[in-house]
């Protein structure tokens, strides 16, 4: 079963010469011709291109250059990523057809270092959503319960991951996308600090939010991927000049000292499932054990961050999504006149989530309502930053769970925006911030669903984010 | 608050999205709660708090302006993704209507 193995195993085999990359991603494949018809984790599956790729790791490997942990191992990548001539839909039906001229500068580097694209993931479409039920190719479900979502936006590359149909998978993270699906799916997932990674390439939702970052079965394997991916781009002006650490070095030099906040606000949420709670009280108890000092701190404007993320993101999602209108690429349907052909491709191409959500941004954005909404929100959005601020000066991180209850029934929040709003209740605030946020595999429910816990940190602090991740993994 | 169909028409021509009576109803209570949600952030005192535009902490961040390098691949890669065209050229409805 080489495709349950992890980076660190899977890449350690292919030195040792255990097994080829093209054993290792026929198994994947396997794995996903048996599963995927059932979970909908991917859109597309590119077999031949998957194998060609293999090949030349192998070759690559065989040579015994350049090889990299990456070199030779499968993985998914979410489907708002755009990988050139392969189809990237971002789940909506607006780009049903639409095959890229260029390339996301992350998966250019994960090409150069050998890692092997087995296909494109399911999502919400264009990332709009917190449970994959807003993709035009329908739900992704969750490997462990069918009747269960996935969790979302990066719902297909959660399952992916989760149930072994590759190794790791790319995807991205506006306020919980990688986080959340990564917690309902049992496995890491690292929202990286906003600039950390390239987003060039990547279809973007709301740009002063916007991350991409990995998914994978453990947090050591999330540092080799960083390692990779990290680093400036001319490409994207929003990427800092930051050297990237070798993420993978300190992993094991243990949380002796190290201050931990745990912010009252997340713990007296309503409607927070008792398990979520008992399992990271029970964490954190771990975690202390092994040296860490925990500190309660308090982050007073937590309970605004729903409505400040509802105001700017859909704000600057609204102008995001006004390029896909049919014209120069993507699907165009008729009308009488030139505002008919947008407006009826764009009726037709859009899932009810993403109309709603560019329907509130333009609201919020026009005439006579800008300073009461969308300024307002950017002035209250500084205030949750000050917060953050203000306890970093006192902690190194914050722990939290990721999402207040495990993965819900497929059609449960449906009909209740608001309530599946606050599916994000604890993902969006780092988000509004700019934060990096680590999502770990924090146990289960009586249902034996997973349930996530959330390690924040400062700026550029992935290195201290893993190091506590791995800490609990390993305990 | 509570917005009305009017508002809902307007917001629908300006994101150029075309409803249904039914979807404008539909998005008209949609509207209205996620709106009436958001109220909450009125009770937060912002009077001497700047706006957060961006998170990045970097400024001014510019290029040379050149010309990049292109290739006739390229050309044609963009050109197969027209959903209509003439020849090498993008083919659009009329942009002005005669009178």
């Known amino acids: 079963m080489l495709n349950t193995l992890t980076i660190k195993q899977a890449a350690e085999g292919l030195r040792a010469k255990k097994f080829t990359a093209v054993e290792l991603t026929k198994a994947c494949l396997v794995r996903i011709e048996e599963r995927n018809e059932e979970l909908n984790a991917f859109i597309s599956v590119n077999a031949e291109y998957a194998l060609e790729a293999a090949r030349r790791a192998d070759e690559r490997l065989a040579a015994g250059d350049n090889i990299t942990m990456l070199t030779g191992i499968p993985y998914s990548v979410k489907d708002a990523i755009c990988t050139k001539d392969l189809r990237s839909t971002g789940a909506g039906q607006i780009l049903d057809n639409y095959i890229p001229s260029f390339q996301a500068t992350v998966i250019d580097k994960l090409e150069q270092a050998g890692a092997v694209m087995l296909g494109k993931t399911n999502c919400d479409a264009f990332g709009h959503g917190a449970s994959n039920e807003n993709s035009m190719y329908g739900p992704v479900k969750h490997h462990l319960d069918q009747t269960k979502v996935s969790g979302g936006s990066s719902g297909g590359s959660a399952v992916s991951v989760a149930d072994d149909m590759c190794i790791f998978s790319i995807a991205e993270d506006t306020g919980g996308s990688i986080r959340q699906p990564a917690a309902f799916c049992g496995i890491a997932g690292l929202r990286a600090s906003y600039g950390r990674n390239s987003r060039y390439g990547i279809m973007p939702m709301a740009s002063s939010f916007d991350t991409v970052g990995p998914m994978a079965k453990t947090t050591e394997d999330l540092a080799y991927i960083m390692e990779v991916m990290a680093g400036h781009d001319e490409k994207d002006a929003t990427t800092v000049e930051e050297a990237v650490p070798t993420y993978s070095k300190e992993l094991s030099s243990g949380i002796q000292g190290l201050k931990i906040g745990i912010p009252k606000e997340y713990f007296e949420i309503e409607g927070m499932q008792k398990e979520v709670r008992e399992k990271i009280e029970e964490q954190l108890e771990t975690l202390k054990k092994l040296g860490a000092e925990l500190v309660p701190v308090s982050l007073p404007y937590t309970k605004y961050a729903i409505s400040v993320y509802y105001i700017l993101v859909p704000s600057e999602d609204s102008s995001n999504m006004a390029r896909l209108d049919g014209i120069r690429y993507g699907v165009r349907s008729e009308g009488d006149s030139l505002i008919d052909v947008y407006a ?108 996530g816990l959330q390690i924040i940190g400062p700026r550029l602090s992935e290195e201290v984010l893993f190091r506590v991740g791995h800490t609990l993994e390993k305990a | 608050m509570s917005l009305t169909i009017a508002d809902i028409e307007h917001v629908a021509m300006l994101a150029r999205i075309s409803l249904s009576q039914e979807e404008k109803e539909y998005y008209m209570q949609e509207l209205t709660a996620v709106f009436g949600y958001i109220e909450q952030l009125k009770e937060v005192d912002t009077d001497d708090v700047d706006e957060t535009v961006q998170v990045t902490g970097l400024e001014d961040v510019v290029r040379d302006d050149e010309v990049a390098p292109y290739n006739e691949d390229m050309v044609a890669d963009i050109q197969s993704q027209f959903p209509d065209k003439m020849g090498h050229l993008l083919k659009v409805s009329a942009v002005f209507n005669r009178k």
Do not use: C
């Open chain 1, 344 to 451: 009826n491709s764009r009726a037709h191409g859009f899932p009810e989530e993403v109309k709603r959500r560019i329907m509130v941004g333009t609201y919020a954005l026009s005439a006579g309502y800008y300073d009461s909404y969308y300024r307002k929100a950017q002035k209250v959005r500084t205030k949750i930053i000050q917060d953050f601020d203000r306890v970093f000066d006192e902690v190194d991180v914050l722990v939290t769970p990721t999402s207040p209850f495990t993965a819900f029934g497929i059609g449960e929040k449906k009909d209740d925006t608001i309530s599946m709003y606050l599916a994000d209740v604890f993902a969006a605030p780092p988000a509004i911030a700019g934060l990096p946020a680590l999502s770990v595999d924090a146990g289960a429910d009586a249902s034996g669903l997973p349930i």
